[in-house]
Antibody, heavy 122, light 107 residues
Framework: QVQLQQWGAGLLKPSETLSLTCAAS????????WTWIRQPPGKGLEWIGE???????NYSPSLNSRVTISVATSKNEFSLKLNSVTAADTAVYYC????????????????WGPGTLVAVSS | DIQMTQSPSSLSASVGDRISITCRAS??????LNWYQQKPGKAPKVLIY???SLHSGVPSRFRGSGSGTDFTLTISSLQPDDFATYYC?????????FGLGTKVEIK
């Protein structure tokens, strides 16, 4: 059974760098997009970006200047760095696996980590 | 970015009711539309992918329909476990945007 475990600092000061890592255990690491999604308290879901096992990335335009997603294929891990954080970056951050099914190659998030609450406060 | 608009933002219903949630995309996305269920304090779970395909293990009372810009999630007979927030999400192109969610509450 494939599982995602995630970890990283939960309390940051403004201007610091958010750093989270997610590890996939129990299955293949290739053939998927590995994704970061966040959810501010009481609000909806925001897609941050994704990476595949070859290191090809896509980022949200609204965060593109501050975000870096990297992959360590040998360890089945991928990481998120978000620099210059502010209170607006306070959220639960989820890692997720983006899989595809069917002849139309429809992508969807079929596996999620438990989430990490990251709070930004001075 | 493709904007996803869900309605209603919340609804109250009783066990056994049939409910529908709609999602509209700001441009045509064919059938690249997914639905998720999220309960408080938990990660979302996929219910429907490709607009109408039921994900493995999801009860058949959940049904997705639509194509182009207009989509619907229908729960045929609401069960106690179904009270949650539901999100649509497009996978036509990145950024993979979500709707703002529909909270289904007990009447």
């Amino acid at each position: 059974q494939v599982q995602l475990q995630q970890w990283g600092a939960g309390l940051l000061k403004p201007s610091e760098t958010l750093s989270l890592t997610c590890a996939a255990s129990g299955g293949s690491f290739s053939g998927y997009f590995w994704t970061w999604i966040r959810q501010p308290p009481g609000k909806g879901l925001e897609w941050i970006g994704e990476i595949n096992h070859r290191g090809s990335t896509n980022y949200s335009p609204s965060l593109n200047s501050r975000v870096t997603i990297s992959v360590a294929t040998s360890k089945n891990e991928f990481s998120l760095k978000l620099n210059s954080v502010t209170a607006a970056d306070t959220a639960v951050y989820y890692c997720a696996r983006c899989s595809f099914e069917g002849p139309t190659t429809s992508w969807f998030f079929d596996l999620w980590g438990p989430g990490t609450l990251v709070a930004v406060s001075s | 970015d493709i904007q996803m608009t869900q309605s209603p933002s919340s609804l109250s219903a009783s066990v056994g009711d049939r409910i529908s949630i709609t999602c509209r995309a700001s441009q045509s996305i064919s059938t690249y539309l997914n639905w998720y269920q999220q309960k408080p304090g938990k990660a979302p779970k996929v219910l429907i992918y490709a607009a109408s395909s039921l994900h493995s293990g999801v009860p058949s009372r959940f049904r997705g329909s639509g194509s182009g810009t207009d989509f619907t999630l229908t729960i045929s007979s609401l069960q106690p476990d179904d009270f949650a927030t539901y999100y649509c999400q497009q996978s036509y192109r990145t950024p993979r945007t979500f709707g703002l969610g529909t909270k289904v509450e007990i009447k």
